[in-house]
């Protein structure tokens, strides 16, 4: 069947049950995905406007193409490449259905990205699961920016710890925060490996959602710029008693033995995490710019975009509902809750995965009292 997303037309596997997303042997092809591709395209826009030299893009696991023949029509000297022949096949098809140059190679990523015959300014990893596979290939090779899905949220978030340990060698926690764990795990895995390379990793645009993680990295090749990302690693404690949560620097953890707030000994810690801001805010700005009416997501972007830009940098956040459940509350509307915060004197915002969370500075007390009758 055909699809029309971003202003170009794209074949893709006949939909089973409303929705196809490489089931059986079919190539992958997932229609909800389309507000990440419409943030990556918006993404690329505004990238090459504040690096008019960046022109070649890899879509390193193609599948259909249709992340790279977005990339085409917005500008970019494209390959899609896939170790799947029929996706090759489709991929190829897909740029020509729409005037557009490119190459599709039948290639795996790895080895097309070792070969040391093409450098890419930008390389995009969308794999099923787990990126971390891929990752040394795309530090060692891009020029300029490394785009990043995740899928294993289980992993990430600490819902499946082992996992989550052998895949990113750190150590996640299944907290209610889990958006932002997996995000910070992810991010950790990624600078630790660039830095492999002495190259920084710096994410200048990421976001979650309930089934991927998706993170835009721009790479600079100053050791010391990796030094820095390497000292905004640490760790985060958690009570599970009563949800205090703290976090310290550096990337040797002295968890507290019991929590400062209540004196309970149910602590966890999670770490080594990525600790410092997911996003430079005049990017996203410059990002939300490029979100134009052609892309069927717009109004999602906008949104997400400018929640990310007033997003604070901390690494966890509350569920307003949880906390007003336990405290025999309403909830009241978030938007009148953080600033009820801000009167009170702390920080606070919106989170961007989840319309109940929220982030603030101030202790689960303080958010008791400050928001209370
Ligand atoms: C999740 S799909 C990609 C979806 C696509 N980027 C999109 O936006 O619709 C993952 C793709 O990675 C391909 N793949 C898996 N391992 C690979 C490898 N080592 N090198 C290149 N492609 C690979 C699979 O064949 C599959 O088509």
Redesign the pocket.
């Known amino acids: 069947m055909d699809v029309r997303e971003g202003g170009v037309e794209i074949a893709v596997p006949d939909a089973r049950d409303g929705a196809s997303e ?1 089931a059986g042997d079919d ?4 229609p909800t ?1 389309e507000l990440n ?1 419409d943030v990556t395209v918006a993404t690329l826009r505004a990238y090459r406007e504040r690096e008019p030299r960046v022109a070649t893009y890899l ?6 193409g ?2 790279g023949v977005r990339a085409a029509k917005a500008g970019y000297d494209v390959t899609c ?4 022949a029929d ?1 090759v096949g489709l991929a190829r098809e897909n740029l020509a259905r729409n005037d557009l140059d490119g190459r599709a190679v039948e ?4 080895a097309l990205l070792h070969d040391g015959e093409t450098v890419f300014d930008v390389v995009d990893l ?3 699961g787990t990126p971390i596979p ?1 990752a040394d290939a795309a530090f060692a090779n891009a020029r300029n920016l490394v785009c990043v899905t995740a899928t294993d949220t289980a992993p990430l978030c600490g819902a499946h710890q082992r996992s989550g340990i052998r895949k990113y060698a750190t150590l996640p926690q299944n907290t209610d925060y889990h958006p932002e764990m997996g995000l910070r795990v992810l991010l950790s895995a990624l600078i630790r490996t660039a830095a492999r390379y002495d190259k920084a990793a710096v994410p200048i645009l990421s976001h979650v959602s309930r089934h991927y993680v998706r993170t835009y990295l721009e790479l600079d090749a100053r050791a010391t710029r990796a030094d820095d990302l390497i000292d905004d690693l640490g760790y985060v404690h958690h009570c599970e008693d009563c949800l205090r949560r703290s976090h310290e620097f550096g990337l040797v953890a002295h968890p507290p033995e019991t929590c400062d707030a209540c004196g309970g000994d149910r602590l966890l810690t999670a770490g080594p995490l990525y600790l410092g801001p997911i996003r430079d805010r005049e990017f996203v700005r410059s990002v939300r710019e490029q979100v134009t009416d052609g892309l069927g997501e717009a109004a999602r972007a906008d949104r997400l975009l400018d929640t990310l830009v007033a997003e604070l940098d901390t690494p966890t956040h509350y569920d307003q509902h949880r906390l007003c459940k336990q405290w025999s509350r309403s909830a009241p509307a978030m938007d009148d809750f953080l600033e009820t915060l801000r009167d009170a004197g702390f920080a606070a915002s919106h989170a961007h995965y989840a319309g109940t969370a929220f982030k603030t500075d101030a202790t689960v007390p303080e958010i008791r009292d400050a928001t209370g009758e």
């Open positions: 490489g190539v992958f092809y997932n995905q591709r879509d390193a696991m193609a599948a259909s249709i992340r490449a896939d170790v799947d996706a290639r795996d990523v790895n969308d794999p099923f891929f």
